[in-house]
C-alpha cells in the first residue's frame, strides 16, 4: 500500500489476502478514518495541547493512534498520542516522542492508525 494524496492510506487488502471478506473487514474497521482535528490551545507545548471541540470525549480514546498535522511548522510531522484525556482534549505525547517544536494555535492534523 502506499499514501494518497488525500492523506489516507491506499492498500489492495484483496490482492494482499486473496479474500474479499478480508478487504471488506479491513474497510469496515477505518471507516470515519482519519478523524481531522485543530490544536485548540493558546500556550501549547512540545509534549502535550488540546484539540478542538470535535474531538472524543471520552479518554484514552486515541492512546496509541498517530497524530499528523497538515498545516503549520509541523506540517507532516507524525507522532503517537502517549495518552488522551477527553474532558479538556488534550492530547499528550511522552518526551522521547516531544514535536520538535509546539504547534500553534488552530495548526491542523488528522489522526489515523495504530502503533502496536
Known amino acids: 500500500g502506499q499514501l494518497g494524496t488525500d492523506g489516507l492510506w491506499k492498500a ?9 471478506t478480508a478487504a471488506d473487514k479491513m474497510e469496515a474497521m ?5 478523524i481531522t482535528g485543530s ?3 493558546a500556550t501549547p507545548t512540545t509534549t502535550d495541547f488540546n484539540g478542538n471541540s470535535g474531538l ?8 496509541g493512534q498517530v497524530l499528523t ?5 509541523l506540517a507532516g510531522i507524525s507522532r503517537r ?6 474532558s479538556t482534549r488534550n492530547l ?25
Request: proline letters at 7%; charged letters at 10%; a negative charge.
Open 12 to 20: 489492495n487488502v484483496t490482492q494482499v489476502s486473496g479474500d474479499a
Open 30 to 34: 477505518f471507516e470515519g478514518w482519519p
Open 39 to 41: 490544536v485548540n490551545d
Open 56 to 63: 472524543s470525549s471520552s479518554n484514552d480514546f486515541y492512546n
Open 69 to 73: 498535522f497538515s498545516s503549520g511548522a
Open 81 to 86: 498520542i502517549n495518552d488522551y484525556t477527553g
Open 92 to 116: 499528550s505525547f511522552s518526551t522521547s516522542q516531544a514535536w520538535p517544536s509546539a504547534p500553534a494555535d488552530t495548526d491542523t492534523f488528522y489522526i489515523a492508525g495504530v502503533i502496536p
